[in-house]
């Protein structure tokens, strides 16, 4: 015959201690796994947040050296404004065009650059303010992103880098919702205004 025994209530109280201490470790553990995970997760957000930067500052450097090709671009310098939701036609500069052609050519060709660069990018390009009407060499470009092209909440990014370009009529602002990147670029001096003083039509040289 067996005789039955019974676990003393102090290794019951162990056994049960032992558990506890294995939940909280198990607890501890996934706590940690976790703030690695959320770690990672952020770090990928920077480095997605740093390449499409990077990607904004070589559009703008694009439209730049496309100035700089067209001579006439500072007398231009007007048709190349354009907001963020305009979606200018190219047209077609295959054979030669002048140089009111060929600024229209690379708006085009450059804002559909910045829409197949970037998620649901978008460019509003304006006329630095503060600069008198008749001496203009500078214009205004502001890149926009969705950093999660997917989201359609307005709230999915608490701080955006919202600037502002200026005031007055070359006002722009960092659309809701998005990422922006502004920059100044100079407009190509080869064909250059000079203002004879007090004339109503400015006198533009080109070298």
Known sequence: ???LTSSSPSAQRQRGISLLE????MIVAALG???VVGMQMRTLTDSQTTVRRAQAIRLIEDLSERLKV??????????YVS?????PSPGNCGTACNHTALAKYDLGIWKQNVAASLPLGQASIFLAPSEPTNNRR???V???WRENERDTSTNFKDALDAVTGGGGSGSVSCQAGRTCHLQYIPVSARCAPYDKGGS???TYYCS
């Not at 294995?22 to 470790?25: F, K, V």
């Not at 907001?83 to 979606?87: A, K, R, V």
């Open 70 to 79: 067209n001579p006439n671009a500072m007398t231009d310098i007007s048709a």
């Open 22 to 25: 294995s939940l909280i470790a």
């Open 138 to 140: 500078q214009l205004g």
């Open 200 to 202: 109503i039509t400015t």
């Open 33 to 35: 796994i976790l703030g």
């Open 1 to 3: 015959m067996h005789r």
């Open 83 to 87: 907001g963020f939701s305009d979606t």
């Open 142 to 144: 502001m890149i926009s």
